[in-house]
């Protein structure tokens, strides 16, 4: 007897688990009527600091909604800050107290928002929304932090401010210049006589084209900006450029570059080790090139800074050889804006 097929059956995403604390009863139950019917599930509401950390500690939670004013011997503010030390959720304070001092005190925690009493159902969707986006956000920005910081070249650099709109952002130098596997026999004799001759490896050299240049499709070399808190690409422009390809009107091609970049306060980028020895200066808004210096060789680090008597200045080795080859040399240059 044959059967029709089942049909299968979408399974819903898990619904986010709120834990209440609130001290006051009929706020508590409106809390939990609106949260429901919002399509949260409430964990649990407790109305004191001591009852919210031992369910934390036990029951898995998405966010936390917490008075600031509770009973007992802690208040709001001193629970989320325990809370932080065990939990890693988003927490938003409910107060009818919006007084300096005790934003003040609250915002030492770090909260994802605010709801002032009394507050309508949109208020509370709102802020209960925005504080699950911006965790969300945040912590693919420590999860990229952390593949950084086991998986970064030093070739990446952190910039340290933030881009527009509060954005994190990182610089990156890459170079598209396509290598070959060298290989040849083998001159160690194998354990088997009888064995044929191994290959053995050669190296990995350029592959160029039959006027040296890379063989592949420009861009050669690119400077990059990431947004971190979207993990999109912000903008990316080519990275150094051949002379007599610029003479001919070849638009940039960018080049092969080992050098790095870094970013000041100001919001400057400064980048080297392209063929072409020059060091730049972009705009990490945009990308923009903004300034570039003939160096007598190419950096082979990315650049520093440095403060001293007042003024900033940005050194940079500039030694040549390395990977690009070419004369060497052991010089420092420094730069500085005039006074």
Request: net charge neutral; aromatic share 8%; proline share 7%.
């Amino acid at each position: 007897m044959s059967s029709s097929p089942k049909t299968a059956v979408p399974i819903p995403p898990p619904r986010v688990r709120v834990l209440v604390v609130e001290d006051e009863a009929l706020v508590a139950l409106d809390l939990e009527e609106r949260l429901t019917r919002l399509g949260y599930e409430v964990s649990c509401v407790v109305d004191n600091g001591g009852d919210a950390l031992n369910h934390a500690r036990v029951v898995k939670i998405d966010l936390v909604l917490m008075d600031i004013h509770l009973r007992g011997e802690l208040d709001g503010i001193e629970t989320a800050a325990a809370l932080r030390q065990i939990l890693d959720v988003p927490l938003v304070f409910l107060t009818a107290h919006a007084d300096d001092a005790t934003l003040h005190r609250a915002g030492l925690t770090e909260p994802f928002g605010y709801v002032l009493k009394p507050f309508d159902e949109r208020e509370l969707r709102a802020a209960v929304q925005m504080a699950l986006y911006r965790y969300q956000a945040e912590s693919r920005v420590r999860k990229m932090e952390r593949w950084l910081g086991r998986h970064a070249a030093q070739h990446w650099r952190w910039g340290d401010r933030h881009g527009p709109r509060g954005a994190y952002r990182l610089y990156q130098c890459d170079r598209r210049s396509p290598d070959r596997l060298a290989v040849g026999r083998g001159d160690i004799p194998p354990v088997d006589p009888n064995a044929p001759v191994k290959w053995t490896f050669g190296g990995w050299n350029r592959l160029v084209d039959h006027e040296g240049y890379p063989g592949c499709q420009p861009p050669w070399g690119t400077l990059t900006c990431l947004d971190l808190n979207t993990g999109k690409i912000a903008w990316k422009v080519p990275f150094g450029e051949y002379p007599e390809l610029a003479a001919k009107g070849v638009p940039k091609t960018g080049q092969e570059n080992f050098g790095g970049c870094m970013v000041t306060a100001s919001g400057l980028v400064i980048a080297g080790g392209t063929r072409d020895q020059k060091l730049r200066a972009f705009d990490s808004d945009n990308g923009n090139e903004l300034w570039s210096f003939q160096l007598p060789l190419h950096s082979t680090a990315p650049a520093a800074s440095y403060e001293a008597d007042g003024r900033q200045f940005i050194v940079v080795p500039v030694t040549g050889g390395g990977k690009l080859g070419g004369a060497t040399g052991d010089a420092w240059m420094a730069f500085a804006l005039p006074k």
